[in-house]
């Protein structure tokens, strides 16, 4: 039996070894991942939805197949469906209807040919529509590294049962920087794939025009490359086609990379405050790659920062404005119910005109065209992650200043006013103050990865987030390993003491 001190020690790859070897067997690893979820779990809030009688089941199966055979797994409550699984897209009206889907979403099916046990779904914020998870429904996602921190979002809950170990890897999505952020916050690595890499399907064949993609969050980067060679690629209902690597991206990850001319910035997009701590992790990371034989200069895109947020903030409001309206449509959900912040981001969207929202995706292909530019000087761009390590559990909510106005206009049936005005710029810089700089990449559909190099004085991680070419999640794989091999980030997770 695999006592837990040493299912700690392990990754994905390292356990997935033990079970082909036969040192251990998938129940017994199954066990010690429901003993560590059940000593970690009250205090994190990471696992909502509980599955352990379809991962009992799964284990006593004769015959485990996939390069990750018998290992425990966590997939996030949004989007990644399970048939016969109640999924609640971190909202309580789909959790007090028990919506429970009748098909497995397309990544959910490659993982589990992968072999990946899972036992339960993660803490999300409602319909992933923010960058922490504190979601009505379900309540507070902690931070390990310090529970009166948030884990981030909108994969918080998978960052934050990672982080613990209660699994090595977890399921997770990105469309405004959703893998990234919590990676950041919970010292993970953490890859958004490129436009088109991973399948959407069945029922939608992407997400927020391709800006949204899945993947996971893991502790190694070996465990993220393999997971991805185990999912990328075309599926039925796929919009967006994308040529295969030239190598396995798990074989780019011990292919060290050629000398990179690398440029970087610290300055926030949109005008707002970089802390101390973000500004420190990347001078760190710029004499790291500097001793490995990189170039490095600072330098940023020809890109309007603030344009390109009002832009992505148009359509991510507008498609959750949709997606309110096919709920009401489907199983009668009213927009009291949702959460006030979700009612005013879709009041937003539901103003927004054909031609506005048109005319931001014309805007998107200018943004991807000044970055194609920009690569054409430098193989990567290296930003903070996140504009500062993570936030006090409840430091984002909302004001009540705020909440009381928004409030009155619902009880006279102005919602739509906050569409006009000051106070929804306001509420917009408010929020992506804390996360400026993962946006450009869900937009132009680049590739990007948070990579965990710095804790600061008291304990708590920032990820420095490097940016590449469309299509070459390579390169950040290959340099990914170089950078974990230089500064080792795993003994810091032995440093987690969940009190």
Excluded at 75 to 90: A, C, N, P, R, W
Excluded at 389 to 416: D, M
Aim: contains cysteine; neutral net charge.
């Amino acid at each position: 039996m695999l006592k837990m001190d040493e299912y700690l020690l392990y990754d994905a790859i390292g356990l997935a070894e033990l079970v082909r070897t036969k040192q251990v067997n998938a129940k017994e690893l199954l066990d010690v991942a429901l003993e560590r979820y059940q000593q970690t779990n009250p205090k994190l809030n990471a696992v909502i939805i509980p599955m352990i009688e379809y991962a009992q089941q799964k284990v006593h199966q004769q015959q485990m197949n996939g390069p990750f055979a018998g290992v425990p797994f966590l997939v996030k409550d949004l989007f990644q469906e399970f048939k016969g699984i109640q999924t609640s897209y971190g909202s309580t009206p789909l959790k007090n209807r028990h919506y429970t889907p009748d098909f497995n979403a397309e990544i959910v099916n490659r993982w589990e040919r992968a072999g990946l046990i899972t036992f339960g779904r993660t803490n999300t914020p409602e319909f992933g529509i923010k960058g922490i998870t504190e979601p009505e429904a379900w309540g507070a996602c902690k931070n390990p590294w310090n529970l009166k921190h948030n884990s981030g979002g909108s994969s918080g809950g998978s960052a934050s049962a990672v982080a613990a170990g209660i699994v090595p890897i977890a399921g997770a999505g990105d469309g405004g920087g959703s893998i990234r952020i919590p990676a950041s916050y919970c010292g993970l690595f953490g890859l958004k794939p490129s436009r088109g890499r991973t399948p959407w399907g069945p029922d939608v064949g992407e997400a927020m025009h391709g800006a949204a993609m899945q993947h996971v969050l893991s502790r190694t980067v070996r465990d993220s490359a393999a997971l991805l060679d185990a999912t990328h690629g075309f599926d039925a209902a796929n919009l967006f086609k994308i040529p295969d690597p030239e190598i396995s991206f798990l074989q780019a990850v011990s292919t060290p990379p050629r000398k990179l001319k690398i440029a970087f910035n610290t300055r926030s997009p949109i005008g707002t405050k970089v802390s101390k701590d973000a500004i420190l992790a990347i001078e760190q990371t710029v004499k790291l790659l500097e001793s490995l034989g990189h170039e490095v200069i600072e330098d940023a895109p020809n890109i309007h920062g603030m344009e390109l947020a009002k832009d992505f903030i148009t359509t991510w409001f507008s498609q959750f404005s949709y997606i309110m309206q096919q709920l009401q449509r489907e199983y009668g959900i009213k927009t009291q119910e949702y959460e006030l912040d979700s009612v005013v981001l879709g009041a937003f969207g539901a103003r927004t005109l054909a031609t506005d929202y048109i005319h931001t995706q014309h805007n998107w292909a200018k943004y991807t065209h000044q970055l194609n530019l920009f690569f054409d000087k430098y193989d990567l761009y290296l930003t903070p992650t996140t504009a500062s390590v993570a936030p006090l559990n409840g430091q984002i909510a909302t004001p009540a200043w705020q909440r009381t106005v928004i409030k009155s206009l619902l009880k006279v049936g102005k919602a739509h006013l906050l569409a006009k005005g000051i106070l929804i710029d306001h509420m917009v810089k408010e929020n992506l103050s804390w996360v400026p700089f993962t946006q450009l990449a869900n937009i132009t559909g680049t590739p990007a990865m948070s990579v965990p190099l710095y804790w600061n004085k008291d304990g708590l991680p920032l990820g420095s987030q490097f940016i590449a070419p469309f299509g070459d999640e390579a390169l950040l794989l290959s340099l990914a390993g170089q950078l974990e091999t230089a500064k080792p980030w795993s003994e810091h997770y032995f440093k987690i003491n969940i009190a």
